[in-house]
């Protein structure tokens, strides 16, 4: 993977000598930082998919020619919709995932849609940024990513935590000086160096469990350094994403990062299956129930609907539902799915009926009570699973298959008498 | 599920590559080593952290990040992968704590520092969450 990724080089060019060299001891952000233009996203994601679409041309009812004119443009559309060639992703058994590495593919599904994350970072790949800026190849406040941002923010956080309890500490000592329960004197200060220095020899004594470290030096130089970094980030496309981009919308090519062979469509779904158990089974084991069947029934239902969905495990649910996208609103559902076992086919077995389908009140309260603290609604997503196909072959026919799953969605709110009177 | 020759197979060392991947560019932790002797159930890491991943309660107020030498800065963590799929059991923690070598655990808040273990589950999507698991119960922080 790292040997086909692309190398960047950074050339003093781009330094712009608007921006001050790299300070690297910054305890706290300055008071009035330069506020971080972000781009115009309503331009960078106005489509919502990897596709292009042309609108046909309007019909006007007394001018006849107009209905010409979209005959043509239907039958010869003048762009196509997908790309050529399409983006191609390797499937890796590591990760169980697909890896893009190919810029353009990048830059197209997650532009277009939100597809995918850069597995060294948050959302976007966004990794050589930050580690040209660690370097100091890139001023501290040039092209701040998200993750950034939020590390200033927790930062200026953890600071205000710290006064506090300094303040409250103090404050305490205070009150029990006044109220005559300790003595404050000068030998309070010895004492404490005094224990201070033997907690700090006690600890370079007994250290010998783990080796010496050796930190990088920073650099400090005030000139910037020329650094070619090399790109080790992929955007990483989970096995949903992946056959909803490639089953569903066909702009995705898999190949075996083994063989290096495009993977046919047909064999995509039983691997996908096979994979998303941990560890991975064999295609004779394979149910009705798998847990790739059952979470890209709901990828899908979603997506159709226009929901940008992303995965939830930050929450500690299945999926996220964002209305345009991750860069303009917070997600506002959060999803959980759920088999159902409601056919007769299932009536006896006792394992899914009973281990599977029922859960515990307190499982549901721990995820409400996360959900809520988040102002996300949770959405339990139950998927009816059908019985398992009787003819052989017939999961061939993939939409025929996937159709036999129905969805069904339960919105569930932490409701409280106080709160909720009007 | 946790036999001993459990750590020689692909998965979990894939499972493995990925966090330390994950560890050495994404969290920038310093000095990993990877351990997968049959004397644990599972492979497990070990590596030093830029800032400390816990921080006693009772040290916090005096706790200083600017100070490079203090204990909580040299405290080396063992870091557990696991995949989201697995069902971990209190029989699976106990024998995972068991696995870890006796003595000295470094110090916090002045106090010998019991053990713990920092939880890496890793996601489809390539996100690693971080949970850390203590053995018993130790005093709650303030928010």
Known sequence: ?422 | MTTPTDTTTPHLQDLVQTVHKNLKHLADWSSLVIHSSPSFPRPLITGLPPDPVYIDPDSASTYNAEDKNSPERSQHEWVLPVDLREKWTLRKWAQMFDSLPEGYWGESGGKVRGKRILLAVVSDDSTVVHYVVHDGIVKPRQN
Not at chain 1, 131 to 151: C, W
Not at chain 1, 206 to 235: G, M, N, Q, Y
């Open chain 1, 1 to 422: 993977m790292t040997s086909s990724a692309p190398s960047i080089t950074i050339t003093p060019a781009d330094s712009t000598p608007t921006h001050p060299a790299p300070t690297f001891t910054l305890p706290t952000p300055p008071a009035a930082p330069a506020r971080y233009k972000k781009p115009n996203y309503n331009v960078v994601h106005a489509l919502p998919l990897p596709l292009t679409t042309v609108p046909l041309p309007p019909l006007i009812p007394h001018n006849p020619l107009s209905l010409l004119h979209i005959i043509i443009a239907y039958l010869f559309p003048g762009t196509t919709s997908h790309p050529s060639p399409l983006h191609v992703g390797a499937f890796h058994a590591s990760t169980r995932a697909i890896h893009v590495t190919d810029p353009q593919s990048i830059k197209a599904f997650w532009e277009h849609g939100f597809f995918g994350k850069g597995s060294l970072s948050r959302s976007e790949p966004t990794w050589v940024i930050r580690k040209r800026r660690a370097l100091g190849v890139i001023g501290q406040n040039e092209a701040l990513t998200s993750e950034e941002v939020t590390m200033r923010r927790r930062e200026e956080r953890k600071e205000f935590k710290r006064e506090r309890a300094r303040a409250e500490k103090e404050r305490r000592e205070k009150q029990l000086a006044e109220e005559g329960k300790i003595v404050r004197g000068p030998d309070d200060d010895q004492e404490k160096e005094q224990r201070d220095s033997a907690a700090a020899a006690s600890s370079s004594s007994k250290s010998i469990t783990f080796a010496t470290v050796e930190l990088p030096p920073r650099r400090r130089s005030p000139e910037r350094p020329v650094v070619e970094v090399e790109d080790l980030e992929h955007l990483q496309l989970t096995l949903e994403e992946s056959f909803f981009l490639s089953f569903g919308l066909g702009v995705l090519q898999i190949k075996d990062s083994k063989t290096d062979e495009i993977i046919p469509q047909k064999d995509l779904l039983s691997m996908f299956r096979c994979q998303s158990y941990f560890p991975p089974r064999t295609p004779d084991m394979l149910q009705p129930d798998d847990p790739f069947l059952l979470n890209y029934v709901v990828y899908h239902h979603f997506r159709s609907l226009g929901w940008v969905v992303k995965s939830g495990i930050k929450f500690a649910v299945d999926y996220l539902l964002y209305n345009r996208g991750p860069v303009f609103t917070h997600a506002e559902f959060a999803i959980l799915v759920l088999p159902a076992y409601s056919h007769p086919y299932w009536d006896h077995d006792r394992v899914r009926k009973e281990e599977r389908e029922k859960k515990p009140w307190h499982w549901l309260h721990c995820i409400n009570r996360v959900s809520s603290q988040v102002k996300k609604t949770l959405i339990l997503v139950y998927v009816e699973v059908p019985p398992p196909l009787e003819k052989t072959g017939a999961e061939d026919n993939v939409p025929k298959m996937l159709a036999r799953y129905k969805v069904r969605e339960v919105a569930l709110r932490r409701w409280l008498v106080s709160r909720n009177r009007d």
